[in-house]
């Protein structure tokens, strides 16, 4: 699994779908090496809810994704992370890990409280769900590697000294002359 966070969210209107983009985190790799992207096609509605869940706004009263992590804290679970696991073209496919406490059977309320141990639980979703809740939940997002080599792209980081490349290129075109065209 590859650990990504949202790079942008490109809200579209009418019948072009909204684009979320989703960047191979750089500490993965080495600092010279391409990073890779990962576009995942989604409707208005869905890109607008995961823009305001990561710009952390809060409306009046909770929307659907605001709910359901409040519904999942309140029974004592905690989003763990979201993982993108798998493709099928154009449909991508994910699951929210869900960290539970799970009482031991055949006990009292005392005993299980004390002899609860944390489960985790698989939920599918669609992935704009999933990074929905995610950016409210603060929990990390992970690509199946697969996925992002058959879904993916390139993306070729620039030197971050642009002053320097173009020092370089300044003395390159002083040391051409006519003869060299």
């Known amino acids: ?28 790799r080495t600092p010279e ?24 706004a809060r409306s009046s ?21 979201v993982e993108i696991d798998r493709v099928d073209a154009p449909v991508f496919f994910a699951k ?11 006990s009292t309320s005392a005993e299980a409280a004390v002899g609860s141990q944390p489960r985790e639980l698989r939920i ?11 950016v409210r939940a603060n929990a990390p997002i992970y690509v199946e590697d697969d996925v992002m080599n058959r879904a993916g792209n390139i993306n070729v980081r620039e ?7 173009l020092e370089r290129f300044d ?3 002083q040391t051409l002359s006519p003869d060299d065209f």
Do not use: C, W, Y
């Open 33 to 56: 090496a391409a990073t890779r992207v990962l576009s995942i096609q989604t409707g208005m509605f869905e890109a607008a809810s995961i823009g305001r869940g990561a710009e952390q």
């Open 1 to 28: 699994m590859i650990r990504v966070d949202i790079e942008t969210v490109i809200m579209s209107n009418g019948p072009v779908p909204s684009v979320i983009v989703l960047r191979e985190r750089s500490d993965q």
């Open 171 to 173: 003395q390159f075109v």
């Open 159 to 165: 030197s971050g000294d642009g002053e320097a490349e």
């Open 124 to 134: 599918d979703a669609r992935p704009s769900d999933a990074l929905a809740l995610a």
């Open 96 to 106: 929210l890990i869900v960290q539970v406490e799970a009482a031991v059977e055949d």
């Open 61 to 81: 009263r909770p929307i659907t994704h605001d709910l359901l992590l409040n519904v999942m804290r309140e029974l004592g679970g905690k989003l763990e992370r």
